[in-house]
């Protein structure tokens, strides 16, 4: 536990368990991803818009495949909520998020076809990788206040 919330930890399902650990694993390899690729474009004297595009559609589904999941009504977050309601503020913050985030995402995507730079999007991008981050780190921390659960360290 982080927040000394609860000594009163449920166990989750190996299935639920296995479903978790992929999702955030893609959630990880997509933020990797577009940390690459923005490291690669704010190197290069003229950034390539199509990569750009490309790190951006890829995050994007990512992003939706990671919410329709956490977000059905027989989702984490839903599970969360019924089985430790208290931490359904947690839970519901996250969930609100998720909006947040993909409307970052589609709004770097209006910004660059309607003829903006890279280089001028590239901080932006840079902060909703940092976003995407540190929402996949709360959601980690909500799971394993919730859950007794095995999450592998170091990314």
Not at 91 to 106: F, I, K, P, S, T
Request: no cysteine; net charge negative.
């Amino acid at each position: 536990m982080t927040n000394g919330d609860t000594a009163d930890r449920r166990e989750l399902s190996e299935e639920a368990a296995d479903a978790y650990r992929a999702r955030r694993e893609a959630l990880h390899a997509a933020v990797a991803t577009l940390e690459h690729e923005l490291a690669t474009l704010e190197a290069a004297e003229e950034p390539d818009a199509d990569r750009f595009r490309a790190a951006l559609h890829q995050l994007l589904a990512t992003l939706h495949e990671h919410i329709e999941e956490a977000d059905a009504p027989e989702g984490l977050l839903s599970q969360i909520i019924e089985t430790a309601p208290w931490f359904a503020p947690r839970a519901a913050q996250l969930r609100d998020e998720h909006a947040d985030l993909v409307g970052h995402a589609n709004a770097l995507i209006e910004r660059l076809e309607a003829g903006e730079s890279v280089a001028v999007l590239l901080p932006d991008a840079r902060e909703l990788s940092d976003r995407v981050s540190d929402h996949r780190h709360r959601g980690t921390t909500l799971l394993l206040d919730a859950y007794m659960l095995d999450v592998p360290a170091g990314d």
